[in-house]
Every structure is written in structure tokens, then in C-alpha cells.
């Protein structure tokens, strides 16, 4: 099969669908990769070492999309992108239909198999091709909070693990799942003292395990939150219900509960976040003060670190690229549950039932 990966065009995405080693593995059992020229520049990658790995470098986009068998990306496929796709081709990427009525007509009209990333499944109930993101976001974000505490940032000053005779930064985590263990697991070794609050009692439990007394959990109720909130020099959102917008847990009015310059930091501000106060930033104005209090809710915190990211997210997705190609896409999926979750687009068909609810189309 011919595997093609184009440089991604959405604004400040700077990951790449294949690194050369994922390029190498998929060359080494007979496969051929097509790669744009460029492609893995933003993530460190340059077209030499695509060639090394045995792939072929193509100079644009068209090239890369007419001559392959399946285009595995990262975002989903921007208006110019979804122009080029055709019948019989595989697309293997982030699509997220469910709020983007625009790119799934186009991605029907195509008459492309789409499979999307975000809702292959694993046998213990979870996204495995989501979880490496949220590995990344949550090990981002006490390290981003930090940086929103200094003072000439318009934080209050602290410094996240204290020194000797000086107490570390109170940091809480409200959220316990794959962002919210991460960050504490960050938090922790940054030396600040770390509660985390969840409302699942198993997620508490597995994390009082792991942690072995190193930081604290509490059952996630609205009087625990406001009672924290007044010794917090950090609060990281990193909750999720699925398929809904995340509660706001901090209101405006708690704001004033919070020392002046403490940071909030919303990961979770991709389902809308989690404070009342926050609103989607970027990676270039990443910060923003509302009531003497620091906010940090960029949407797509991975991409500030494409290096790291694009490895952890081809690691996860090389061995679904190498059973598409090996098997062709219709045995890939007979054969597999997890990655049949993900089919979302064929021959013109919506096989998502999620994504043709959210779009009113069932
Ligand atoms: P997850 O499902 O692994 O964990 C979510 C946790 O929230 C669960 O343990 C759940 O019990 C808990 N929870 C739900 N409602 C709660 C409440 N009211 N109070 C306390 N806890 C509650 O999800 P995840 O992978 O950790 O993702 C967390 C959020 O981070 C999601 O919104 C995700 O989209 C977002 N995210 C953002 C970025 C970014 O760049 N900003 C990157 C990756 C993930």
C-alpha cells in the first residue's frame, strides 16, 4: 500500500502524521510512504531522515494526496485538504465531526473511508489514541502554571517547591483521570503539595495507591472546592464527562476566594472548560488576568511541544497504520472492534451514530 503524509496547513499545528521511524517500520514490511517535502520540519524531523527510513519525499500536497492508497495526518482535514480526497482512500486522522457539520459533508461528498483518531477504543474502555495528548497536556500544565506564577508573567510570585524553610505552592488538581494524573505526577515532583479531587472513588483510590502519600485526593463536591480554594496557589481543570461540556467547578464570585496572581490553569477548556472565567487562549498570548487572578487556557497545549508529541501519538497510532496496510482497511476492522470504533466516513456514508446525532442527521 502507498501510506502518504502531507505537512499539516491548520494554523500553529506543527506534529506530523509519520516520524521516520514510524516511516521506517511500515517501508520494512513492504509498504511504500510518500512523504511532503517539509513535513517533519515542525516536529524536528528532516526530509533526510524520512529517506533514511526509505520513504519518498514528494514536493507538495497534491502529489502526496493523489498518489496515495491512505493519507495518515494529525488534524483533521482543513477545507483544501478535503478537496483532494477521493473514493477508495483510506483517511486516518483527528477528525472531530461531531461540531463540524462543514468537513463531514465534505468528507462525505469525497466518498472517502475516514477513521477518526479520537474514538478508537481499547479493551479497558479508553481512547488510546487521545490519551497520549492528554499525557502531554497534563504534564504541561503544572510546568505552565509555574511559568503563569512568576511574578513578571502577573502571577503571585510563588515558587512551585519552595526552598528550604519556605513552603512549597498549594496546587489542585480537580480531575483525576489521564490529564489530571499526569499533572500530578508533575506537580509532585516539582515538590509542591498536591490535593486532587475527583468525583470517582476508584480513580481516588488508584491514585491514594500510586502516589503512596504524596499528595492527597478528596472527593470532588462544591464545598470541597470553595474550602480549598482560599490556599490554592494553583488550580489545574482536567475534568471530563463525555460527550458533554465541562461543569464549571470554579465560579466568577470564587475568584475572589484565590490569592491575587494564583494561577488557573484550564486544560479542559477544549470541552469549554471547567472555571466560568475561562476563554480559549494560544500559544502566543497564552494568559489572561479576570478578577486579579491568572488564567491559562490554551487549546491545544501539545503543540507546544510537537517533538515530544508526534512521537507519543505515532507510537500509538503505528500499529493501526500497520494493520490498515497490512490487511487493507475492510479486514483491519472485521478483525479489530477498537479500531472499527473509529470508522466514521465511507463511500459516502455516516457510520458514526454519535457524530450523526450531534448533527441532527439520524
Ligand atoms: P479522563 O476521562 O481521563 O479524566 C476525566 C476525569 O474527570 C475522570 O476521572 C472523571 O471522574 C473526572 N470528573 C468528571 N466530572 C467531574 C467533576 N464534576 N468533578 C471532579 N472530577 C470530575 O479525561 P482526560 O483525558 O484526563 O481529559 C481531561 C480534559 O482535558 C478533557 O476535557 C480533554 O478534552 C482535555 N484535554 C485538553 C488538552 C488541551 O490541549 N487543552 C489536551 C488533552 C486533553
Known amino acids: 500500500m502507498k501510506i502518504g503524509c502531507p505537512t499539516e496547513i491548520k ?34 524531523f528532516p526530509d533526510a531522515d524520512y529517506m533514511a527510513a526509505g520513504a519518498r519525499i514528494l514536493p507538495d500536497a497534491k502529489a502526496v494526496f493523489d498518489q496515495a492508497d491512505m493519507i495518515v495526518k494529525v488534524k ?32 462525505l461528498a469525497s466518498g472517502v473511508t475516514a477513521i477518526a483518531y479520537e474514538t478508537v477504543t481499547d479493551a479497558r474502555g479508553g481512547l488510546p489514541l487521545l490519551a497520549p495528548m492528554s499525557e502531554v497536556a497534563g504534564r504541561l500544565a503544572p510546568q505552565m502554571g509555574a511559568w503563569t506564577l512568576q511574578k513578571a508573567n502577573g502571577g503571585s510570585g510563588v515558587l512551585i517547591g519552595g526552598v528550604p524553610g519556605v513552603r512549597p505552592a498549594n496546587v489542585l488538581v480537580v480531575g483525576g483521570g489521564v490529564v489530571g ?20 472513588i476508584p480513580r481516588l483510590s488508584y491514585l491514594d495507591d500510586v502516589f503512596m502519600g504524596r499528595l492527597t485526593t478528596q472527593y470532588a ?18 475534568v471530563l464527562v463525555p460527550g458533554a461540556a465541562a461543569p464549571k467547578l470554579v465560579t466568577r464570585a470564587q475568584l475572589s476566594l484565590l490569592k491575587p496572581g494564583s494561577a488557573l490553569v484550564d486544560v479542559a477548556i477544549d470541552q469549554g472548560g471547567c472555571f466560568e472565567t475561562s476563554r480559549p487562549t494560544t500559544h502566543q498570548d497564552p494568559v ?6 491568572m488564567h491559562y487556557c490554551v487549546a491545544n497545549m501539545p503543540g507546544a511541544v510537537p517533538q515530544t508529541s508526534t512521537r507519543a501519538l505515532g507510537n500509538a497510532t503505528l500499529p493501526f497504520v500497520l494493520a490498515l496496510a497490512g490487511k487493507g482497511w475492510r479486514q483491519a476492522l472485521r478483525d479489530d472492534a477498537h479500531l472499527r470504533a473509529g470508522l466514521s466516513t465511507h463511500e459516502g456514508v455516516l457510520t458514526s451514530g454519535p457524530v450523526a446525532e450531534a448533527l441532527g442527521l439520524d
Open 221 to 238: 463536591t462544591k464545598g470541597a472546592i470553595a474550602e480549598l480554594l482560599p490556599s490554592a496557589d494553583m488550580v489545574i481543570g482536567a
Open 11 to 44: 494554523p500553529q499545528e506543527f506534529r506530523v502524521g509519520l516520524t521516520p521511524e514510524a516511516a521506517q517500520e511500515i517501508v520494512s514490511r513492504g509498504h511504500e510512504v510518500l512523504i511532503q517535502a517539509g513535513a517533519g520540519n515542525g516536529s524536528g
Open 288 to 293: 489572561y488576568a479576570v478578577d486579579g487572578i
Open 181 to 200: 494524573t499526569a499533572a500530578a505526577r508533575v506537580a509532585v515532583g516539582m515538590g509542591a503539595n498536591v490535593t486532587v479531587l475527583d468525583r470517582s
Open 76 to 107: 483533521e482535514p482543513q477545507a483544501p485538504e478535503r478537496a483532494m480526497l477521493r473514493k477508495g482512500q483510506i483517511l486516518f486522522t483527528y477528525l472531530h465531526l461531531a461540531p463540524d457539520p462543514d468537513q463531514t459533508r465534505d468528507l
